[in-house]
Each structure stands twice: as C-alpha cells, then as structure tokens.
C-alpha cells in the first residue's frame, strides 16, 4: 500500500508540474483543448492535495534535499537553467492567483534560452515554472499523444458526416461527382459475375468429365483453331470397332462407355404436343458408371436392351412436362425422329446455362441408334481410371494403342485426341484471362475519369470553404487534421460510389443469370468498393494539401 502511495504521488508531481508547465504563454503544445480543463483539473487536484507549494518549490531550490517519497523529482532540479527571474512569485505557483502570476510575469523578463530548449546550469531560482517549461515539455507532449487517438476519431468520424452532408445538399452535383465511379465499378462486378458465372457452368458442365475421366475422340479439344481444322481433315472419327478394341485390349481401366448424339436435332411428339428439337445421344450401358445425368425415377440403359436393340428411352424433365402433362411417363409411348420409343427412366432436373435449358434430351440404346440412324457413328469414348495416380498411365497406354492401331509412324502426330478436365480449364482460364485484362483496362479508364472529377469537385469544395478552414487552424486545428479531414470527406464520397455500384451490378447480373448466366461474388463486390474508395482516396490528396497548407490569417480575410 506504500508503494503505490508513492507511485501516486510521484505521478501526481510531474503532472502537476506538466500543468503548469504548459500554462506558460509562451509554449505551444498540441494537447486538445477539450482535455485541457479535466487534465489541469485532476493534475492540480492530485498536487494540491499530496504536495503543499512549499514542498514544490524546495524540491526545485534544493535538489541536493528531496526527501525521500518525493526523490523522483530529484534530476529535475539539476536541469534548471535560468538566466533571469521566471513568470511567478516566492509564493508558488500553486499559491498563486492568475491575476498575481500575471503581475509577476510582467515584472520578470523571459529568457530566450528557455524558448530554444537550450538548458543550462544555473542557480537555483524562487519560482520554478518558467525555469522548468523547457524541460518538461517532453512530459507534456507524451500527455497529447494519449489523446491523439481521440482525436483522430474525431476528425474521421466529423469527415464522414461532413461528406454525408454535402452529398445530401447538392444531389445533382453528388450524382455526377459519382457517375464514373460508379459506371466503373458496376463494370466491373457484371464482367466479374459474367465470367465467374461462366466458369462455374465450364466446370460443372463441360470440363467436369467425371473424377479421374478422360475422354478419347476424333480431335484434341484444346487447341487453336487452325489446329483444330487440320485435325479435323487428317484425324479418323473414333468407330466403334476403336470402342470394343479398347474394351477388349486396355488392362487397369474402372469403367468405359461411348456415347454419340445425332444430329441434326429430332422432334420429338405424343398425343398432340410436340417439341420441335430435342438433343437425342445414343450410349452404350456402362456409360451409366461415368457421365450424367443421374435417373431419378425408373432405370437406365442396361445390357439386355443393348443386346436386343431395345427401343427404349431415358427422358429429361422438359419432355416430361410439355408430352407429359399430369401423367407418369413411365411405360409409356414417346415418338421421336418418327420411332416410337418407350420410356423407361426419367433423369434429375438440370435445370439451364446461358440461357438454354438442359433438359429437353432423350437418352437410347447405342445399338438402337445404329439399327435406325446410322451403322457406323463417330463416337466419344469415356474412359475412368481407378485413380488419379493410374490415370496418366492410362492414358498413356491408350495413346500406344490406338497409334499401334492406325499405324502412326513414331515422327508423327497422333491421328486422335485425348481430353482431360485439367487441358480444358487451362484453355477456359486463358480465355477468360484476357477477357479480365480488358475488362480491367476499361474499368481502369472509367475509374480515372471518375477521380478526376472528385478531384475537381474537392478543389472547389477547398475554395468554397476556405473561411471555415481558418476558423478552424484559428482556434487550435492542426494541418494534419485539416488534411486528414479532405482526404476522407474523397474517400466517402468515392466508397459510396463505389456501393452504389455494388448494388446496381448484383440488380444487373440477376436480371443476366436470366438469359445467359452469372454469380456474383464476395470477393467481386469487396474488390469494388476497395477500388473505389481507394481511387478516392489517391485523388483526394491534392485537394486536402491545398486545404492544409491554407495561411489562417488569408483564409479568414475570405468571405464565403
């Protein structure tokens, strides 16, 4: 309990002298003036009761004798350094009335040493204040940096109302202050959701070819289109000799499965209603085991109808719901291509991407397609190894056979194609890579022009109010807080831009997942407004140093 009575006391004696340090005239320290009157309070409370005038002013007289509760005081006594008399009496300070110490200011001159911070030893002196302002200063100044914080808050949260304000005073002006900002960053979250969208469907979709699932086919289907064309005249369609060689011949494969589609597009009709196009594909019974989609209700394709060339059909939910209104069509007759065929599974809903639906499909029996179609299809083989470990060396044994098949010379290219998901999504990734890079160079554009205007609107907003700046810097405000004070009032306004953006762009990228397809994400949506608010801020800068930098005395001779 002593110790921390000491410890108390010692606080309460340099803060004391802190206070009056900083009431000297002729010091300037930034402490706010909000927390001025509490802290002169508190400190010259604590003192006045701990410490009588008299113990202050032998602690500062006779350093060599400080008892020995008050010896943190000690070094300061050694620093005095007084060339003339200070501002108070031999009463003390604390004894002291401010009309008392004002005549004894005007009785004592000042000297210059103490202004500079320029200590040296002298000899002791009756009144301490003046003699110790110097080299208290360091105290005074760790006291305003503990409000600094404050004080910062303050200034942000007074930008923010200040430029709420002002957007809500001139609408049409914050309208077209904002315009670019918000063009730029609505463009940027559309192409965002756009492409992110489209890559979803891309792996979902198309590059999803099954877990561990490569496909063989007449082409590569990554690759240019010269490429593509030059395949197309070389390379041999996949028959379905190629399917049973590999069947029969590949060791260590999981499942494998050919599938063609016809084409052009069948009708398909019953009872009246009629679709005009359906996707017909043709499959063989272990495709079931590696591709989509999955049956909901009734069965798939198996062995037997394949074997017998069944006239049976796997339908999707579109042919259900415009042939099949209120009625299970299990069992029941469908006509498609001008065959009958009877249904025998109905697939899960897919719904649909880039604005066609996904479901208007009828799924039959490869032999059948070959009874009725054609004898001889050009097939895509699927093939699924165990692992992801065995699939590159399945791959590469299903490259040996099939050139040992065609007989390709070893200097040659290979007369087919074998497609992974990986070579199809780094495809995908380039093209929507450049398709982000120019999106970026537009946004880019639009987000200068954007903070051009920002920048022009708080220049004028500088000149606007440059009376309020030196009624400001007058009564105690510092450049900083004048600066920090426009730089923020350009990143609201900009960040605001930038939400509004945000919204409109989710509004516009719903009404796009209408018709074509779109997601828009979190990551997007925090990136505009970081950009915005950003573009803001670099903008902002230039303005609020011309703010800044304002002579107080000019600013006030300005009428607003």
């Avoid at 063009?183 to 890559?199: F, K, P, Y």
């Avoid at 516009?508 to 803001?536: D, E």
Wanted: aromatic fraction near 8%.
């Amino acid at each position: 309990m002593r110790d921390l009575l000491q410890l108390v006391q010692r606080l309460s004696a340099l803060l004391t002298l802190s206070v009056y340090a900083a009431e000297d005239s002729f010091l300037k320290v930034p402490i706010h003036w909000k927390w001025w009157p509490a802290i002169r309070g508190v400190a010259v409370g604590l003192g006045g009761m701990i410490f009588p005038p008299e113990a202050l002013e032998s602690i500062l007289i006779h350093g060599s004798k400080v008892p020995p509760r008050l010896a943190i005081l000690k070094p300061l006594s050694l620093a005095i350094s007084i060339e003339s008399g200070g501002p108070f009496g031999a009463e003390g300070p604390i004894s002291m009335t401010g009309s008392e110490r004002a005549a004894e200011k005007a009785k004592v001159p000042r000297a210059s040493s103490a202004h500079h911070g320029k200590l040296k030893q002298a000899k002791a002196c009756p009144t301490f204040a003046s003699a110790v302002a110097d080299r208290l200063v360091w105290i005074v100044r760790q006291m305003s940096t503990k409000v600094q914080g404050v004080s910062a808050w303050t200034t942000a949260r007074e930008a923010f109302w200040l430029a709420m304000e002002a957007l809500r005073s001139h609408k049409l002006r914050s309208f077209l202050t904002l315009l670019g900002v918000v063009i730029a960053t609505t463009t940027l979250i559309v192409v965002m959701s756009v492409v992110n969208g489209m890559n979803i469907y891309i792996a979902d979709h198309i590059a999803n070819l099954g877990t561990n699932t490569f496909v063989v086919h007449q082409f590569q289907w990554a690759q240019g289109f010269d490429a593509f064309l030059k395949a197309k005249r070389r390379n041999q369609p996949i028959r379905i000799d190629d399917y049973e060689y590999l069947r029969d011949t590949l060791a260590d494969y999981q499942h494998i499965g050919a599938t063609t589609q016809l084409s052009p597009s069948p009708s398909a009709h019953r009872a009246g209603h009629v679709i005009d196009e359906i996707n017909l594909s043709a499959v063989t019974p272990s495709y079931a085991d590696i591709g989509r989609p999955k049956v909901e209700s009734g069965r798939y394709i198996n062995d037997t109808d394949y074997r017998h060339s069944a006239r049976v059909a796997v339908i999707g939910h579109d042919l259900v719901e415009k042939l099949f209104p209120n009625v299970d069509p299990l069992d029941k007759e469908v006509t498609i291509g001008g065959t009958p065929f009877r249904v025998i599974g109905v697939t899960e809903k897919q719904g649909s991407a880039f604005g066609q639906s996904e479901d208007n499909f009828a799924i039959i029996p490869l032999s059948t397609y070959q009874n009725i179609w054609m004898a001889r299809p050009e097939l895509m083989v699927y093939i699924k190894a165990p692992d992801a470990q065995h699939m590159r060396e399945l791959e590469d044994e299903v490259r040996a056979l099939m050139r040992v098949r065609r007989h390709v010379p070893y200097h040659d290219d290979d007369t087919f194609g074998i497609n992974a998901s990986d070579s199809l999504m780094s495809v995908w990734n380039n093209l929507t890579g450049s398709i982000f890079a120019v999106t970026i160079g537009l946004v880019g554009v639009f987000m200068v022009v954007g903070g051009v205007v920002i920048m022009n609107i708080m220049l004028a907003s500088v000149t606007e109010r440059t009376h309020e700046i030196g009624i400001r810097k007058s009564v105690g405000a510092r450049r900083r807080d004048i600066l920090w004070q426009f730089v923020i009032e350009s990143g609201v306004m900009s960040g605001i831009g930038g939400v509004a953006g945000v919204l409109i762009a989710i509004g516009v990228a719903a009404i796009v997942n209408q018709f074509f397809t779109a997601a828009v994400s979190a990551g997007s949506m925090i990136m505009g407004v970081t950009l915005s608010a950003t573009v803001g801020l670099f903008f902002g800068i230039y303005p609020a140093r011309k703010a800044a930098n304002l002579d107080p005395i000019e600013a006030l001779r300005m009428e607003n």
